[in-house]
């Protein structure tokens, strides 16, 4: 939930992040971005409308809903260094 209150973001399993409107209790959109292998992973708000998730590729997701657009933050198995591709 964002640090509003207002806003919740939870994968969906299937391609993406959805995003609802809890003061209005509706579905809002899709960020679409490739799963990897179907994981259920957290969710963390950086902002109220920024979150990052993991995905099953070793990747961090950054998903702003307002800008319908990722980022994607490779991770490195040796030492667990993170780089953008």
Avoid at 65 to 77: N, P, V
Wanted: with cysteine; aromatic share 8%; charged share 15%.
């Amino acid at each position: 939930m964002s640090p509003s209150g207002k806003l919740l973001a939870v994968t969906n399993l299937i391609d993406g992040v959805d995003w609802y409107s809890v003061q209005d209790k509706c579905f809002l959109s899709t960020t679409g971005y490739e799963l990897g292998r179907n994981y259920m992973v957290d969710v963390a708000f950086l902002d109220e409308t920024t979150v990052i998730m993991g995905n099953g590729h070793a990747q961090l997701i950054i998903a702003n809903h307002m800008e319908k657009h990722i980022q994607i933050l490779e991770i490195q198995k040796a030492g667990g260094a993170i780089f953008m591709p």
